[in-house]
């Protein structure tokens, strides 16, 4: 059976493996060394985070969350989501930063720490933001929304996401 969201959802495995790579990369990450491979695995993830997952977010922030909040009839209904998006963002920003400050094949306990800190906690948040979505937004959107409002709702969605993938 094809619903009305079977496009985010769709999208949603696609963003999915990629998220796994977040949990993979924070256990690749060894004390005293930083070798090419472990570079290249969360340089990866964050490419991921840099280049889909926020554009995505963005998207959802801009054309999602505001159809989910009038099917609601509370504005305030996708704060906590909105807020998830957020915290995603800065520690991106975070982990961006950390990736600069390591040198060579040398990375500190307190670079390790931090860096596992950061992809744990994203691969979680996120884990979590998307559940959350699946199991309570979209069924929401799949029971009160028309069609054509979900066609308009995509469109948006699918523009907000190129306009933020445009500036990159």
Known sequence: MTTITEPLRAEHKE????????RIAGESIHAHLFSPFIREEVEKAYKFLTHELIPHAKAEDRA?????QKVMGAK???ATMSRDHVEV???????GELLVKVDGAAITDEQTHAMRRI????YTLV??????EE????????????EKDAAAMFEA???AAHDVKSKL
């Open 89 to 95: 963002d800065r520690l991106t920003v975070e982990l």
């Open 76 to 78: 305030e209904a996708t």
């Open 15 to 22: 963003l999915f493996p990629h998220i796994e790579s977040l």
């Open 119 to 122: 992809l744990f906690g994203l």
């Open 64 to 68: 999602l969350y505001p159809v989910v």
């Open 135 to 146: 199991e309570v937004y979209l069924p929401l959107l799949d029971a009160r929304l028309t």
């Open 157 to 159: 969605m699918e523009q």
């Open 127 to 132: 884990k979590v933001h998307f559940a959350k």
